[in-house]
């Protein structure tokens, strides 16, 4: 089955360290997201990408880092210049992006903590 | 003026009536306008995406859109305790989709 793939579910790290959150798709979708959200809250565009080698920030991109290397591979790294890592981070994919936006599909999430 | 406004609720319907959930936009641009749901500690599934204005049909939901209003609302009809959840509205703006903060919706059996 198709479909969006991140891991691990639950991730663990000291403050200081980097962290790389992983999210494969199989859906054969050009554009791919990370959002993320915090307890209560709705969710934050933290990068995007349309096309393989091109992404563009988000709204809160600062601290955080991406690559889109293949079409079906969109890893997250937080670094340590993130202030406030811990939170559940949502990848999702769609056909395609532009005005006319498909609709999003998402990963189960991985909830981060650090500590 | 956020850009996707949403009442956070807990919005307590009984169940076998009608949910309304109701969503305000800021950019006059947008074109794509989404409904996802979101059980606790679970990612968001897509219920409705609308794209023109006026009313579209799914089964027990109904998505209403009023581009000239920049207003987009969900109905669900027959409510049922498994609708208890958190509806997200999600817009586009230019090539990126931004959400809500999300209205909780409490089914009352």
């Known amino acids: 089955d198709g479909g969006i793939t991140q891991s691990p579910k639950y991730l663990f790290r000291k403050e200081g360290q980097n962290v790389t959150l992983s999210c494969e798709q199989n859906l054969n979708h050009d554009a791919m997201y990370w959002y993320r959200q915090d307890p209560g809250q709705g969710l934050r565009l933290i990068y995007y990408s349309q096309i393989v080698n091109d992404f563009q920030k988000g709204d809160i991109a600062e601290g955080y880092s991406v690559s889109r290397e293949k079409k079906e591979s969109f890893p997250l790294t937080v670094t340590s210049a993130q202030k406030n890592p811990t939170a559940f981070y949502l990848c999702?994919?769609?056909?395609?992006?532009?005005?006319?936006?498909?609709?999003?599909?998402f990963g189960n999430g991985t909830r981060l903590t650090v500590t | 003026q956020k850009e996707v406004e949403q009442n956070s609720g807990p919005l307590s319907v009984p169940e076998g009536a009608i949910a309304s959930l109701n969503c305000t936009y800021s950019?006059?641009?947008?074109?794509?306008f989404f409904w996802y749901r979101q059980y606790s500690g679970k990612s968001p599934e897509l219920i409705m995406s609308?794209?023109?204005?006026g009313d579209k049909e799914d089964g027990r939901f109904t998505a209403q859109l009023n581009k000239a209003s920049q207003y987009v609302s969900l109905l669900i009809r027959d409510s049922q305790p498994s609708d208890s959840a958190t509806y997200l509205c999600?817009?586009?703006?230019?090539?990126?989709?931004?959400f809500g903060k999300g209205t909780r919706l409490h089914i009352l059996p």
């Open positions: 999702a994919s769609s056909i395609e992006g532009g005005p006319y936006n498909s609709p999003l599909h």
């Open positions: 609308i794209y023109s204005n």
């Open positions: 999600a817009v586009n703006r230019d090539d990126k989709i931004i």
């Open positions: 950019d006059r641009g947008s074109q794509s």
